[in-house]
């Protein structure tokens, strides 16, 4: 199950990433213009070339610029906000005792998740996507497993997410209001991890174990264009979500 | 020409001024120095070092000042882990526990390594190593009292890097010799994360909600007061419980957003300021 919500990619692609990934839009002409720019520009290219997961069927762009990177955290948080919805309405739940952790772990979450989607649609008003149709179909919300593993690589990814498209946004106060989700939404992974292995709060799947890299003992993160990769494979056709500006 | 005026009046203009002056620790260690020297030298040679002192960095955006920050708090969370380890308390907890702070004090000791090299490799000059105070550790004369002790310092370091994430915008990347690129920012942030992790470990295992919802034993601590309290239901404007169309708790509106620390708040004498000594 949790195989298939994580992009087989994604490790392997973590070496490589400092070549081209650092490279951001707004810096890029100032880097046009450096000769020690010219290695990195070769690498980043001029264009996104890799989005072909995500262009034909895609339905809903996030748009440019900060607005874009809010839409994108609104995509995101509308698909955990619907995931507990229904983990909620599932067996494994109702199943639950009512005075078990896992009850009022679930019940929290599903609350915060919510609020979050709320807010951004709030906050976004008359800018926001639209209300994006789900398809949890590969999720069985009756078994403990599934539903474990699935929050946690919804979890998991919206971290690496926020904290990869950090760089995107041009005003502070944005970036303030995506640090106080994802340390909320961090706190989130750590406890799914730990229902379903004790003291796996942070793993090596997640963080970068190198005592010594340039990203030793931090989060890993992901770019839009791989977090929307896997999102889309719980997203309906109509609702497939592109971020083609967010590169 | 008396340098406590010009403190008091700066203060007016400034509120902040005290916090700056008294509560950087590299401020704080320079100004025994420079005052020594003030005897005697000249008052306004004086002054002009002194408030450059206190004002350097201060200013949005720079990375030297941000990394030896957020490095200062590394060195004082590893240095708790470490005693914590050491600690005779350590052996009456559980093997799993035991392995949870001993994973955690790893990330703690690689993130002060990292962060050395970082403002090193951008030109600055690595804070001197700060110490958990020894005589407040003693006081803690339990695996569970030392608990919440490592609970507030991850609480409060996930508030302090989140206060500095504005001052690392758009800054470039770095590059470092011997360790790769860095963007600012985003390694700022995925330090941010992991504290996040580590404080939803430590409070569950203290049987506390992961997320600061505001009935927990310590949540009415000084660590989730301030300018910007944990109890916050106002999101850019926007209140939770009320603005969403759906009616939300304010428990649930406080714990689906964290909030903030100032630099003069993460190092004041009841925060993490307070914990620091010899």
């Known amino acids: 199950m949790s195989d298939t919500l994580r992009p087989n990619s994604s490790d392997d692609n973590q070496g490589a990433q400092p070549l081209y990934v650092p490279i951001k839009r707004r810096s890029f002409f100032m880097y046009a213009g450096a000769t020690a720019g010219a290695t990195a520009l070769l690498l980043t290219g001029c264009k996104d070339d890799d989005d072909s997961s995500i262009d034909a069927k895609t339905t809903v762009d996030v748009g440019v610029g900060d607005v874009g990177v809010l839409n994108y955290a609104y995509a995101l948080e509308q698909l955990e906000a619907a995931f507990y919805a229904e983990v909620l309405k599932g067996g494994y739940f109702t199943g639950l005792a009512p005075a078990a952790a896992e009850r009022q772990i679930f019940a929290d979450i599903a609350l915060h998740e919510q609020i979050h ?15 994006l149709t789900p398809n949890f179909s590969a999720i069985n919300f009756g078994d403990r497993t599934s539903v474990l593993t699935s929050a946690r690589a919804f979890e998991d990814l919206g971290v690496a ?9 041009t005003d502070p106060k944005f970036l303030v209001v995506a640090g106080k989700i994802v340390s909320v ?45 896997v999102a889309n494979t719980f997203l309906a056709e109509s609702s497939k979500v592109s971020a083609k500006s967010l590169v | 020409m008396n340098f406590f005026n010009i403190i008091n009046k700066l203060s007016e203009v400034d509120p902040d001024v005290m916090g700056r002056l008294d509560t950087r620790r590299s401020v704080f260690n320079s100004l025994n120095t420079v005052s020594k020297r003030a005897a005697m030298a000249s008052a306004p040679a004086f002054l002009a ?4 002192k206190a004002y350097a960095g201060t200013s949005a955006g720079d990375p030297k000042e941000i990394f030896n920050y957020a490095l200062t708090l590394e060195y004082l969370e590893a240095d708790f882990y470490n005693k914590m ?3 005779p308390f350590f052996a009456t907890a ?13 990330h703690e000791t690689a993130h002060v390594n990292l962060l050395k090299t970082v403002v090193s490799g951008i030109g600055g000059t690595p804070v001197t ?24 310092l991850e609480d409060t370091g996930v508030r302090a890097y989140k206060g500095r994430a504005g001052d690392l915008q758009g800054i470039n990347d770095v ?13 700022a942030l995925q330090i941010h994360s992991v504290e996040a992790r580590h404080a939803a470990h430590v409070r569950f295992m203290r049987g506390q909600t992961p997320w600061i919802s505001g009935n927990g034993d310590l949540d009415n601590q000084e660590h989730y007061k301030g300018a910007i309290p944990e109890s916050t239901i106002t999101q850019s404007g926007v209140n939770l419980t009320t603005g969403l169309g759906t009616p939300y708790t304010a428990t649930d509106a406080q714990a689906s957003f964290d909030e903030i620390l100032t630099v003069a708040e993460v190092l004041a004498p009841s925060r993490a300021g307070g914990l620091v000594g010899a």
């Open chain 2, 85 to 87: 380890i050491a600690s």
């Open chain 2, 49 to 52: 070092a002194f408030f450059s």
């Open chain 2, 129 to 152: 190593p700060v110490t958990f105070k020894a005589a407040t550790f003693a006081s803690l004369t339990s695996f569970a009292k030392q608990l919440e002790v490592a609970q507030l």
């Open chain 2, 94 to 106: 559980s093997a799993l526990d035991q392995a949870a702070i001993r994973q955690i004090s790893k």
């Open chain 1, 117 to 131: 989607a709320d807010f951004f649609k709030t906050a976004l008003a008359g800018n926001a996507i639209k209300a």
């Open chain 1, 185 to 229: 939404e961090a706190r989130h992974a750590a406890i799914i991890r730990d229902l379903i292995t004790p003291n796996s709060f942070v793993a090596n799947d997640v963080i970068d174990f190198s005592t010594t890299s340039a990203t030793a003992r931090q989060e890993r993160s992901k770019l839009p264009a791989e977090v929307l990769a």
């Open chain 2, 175 to 187: 590059t470092i010799t011997g360790v790769g690129t860095i963007n600012p920012l985003q390694a």
């Open chain 1, 161 to 169: 997410a926020y904290n990869g498209a950090g760089r995107f946004i």
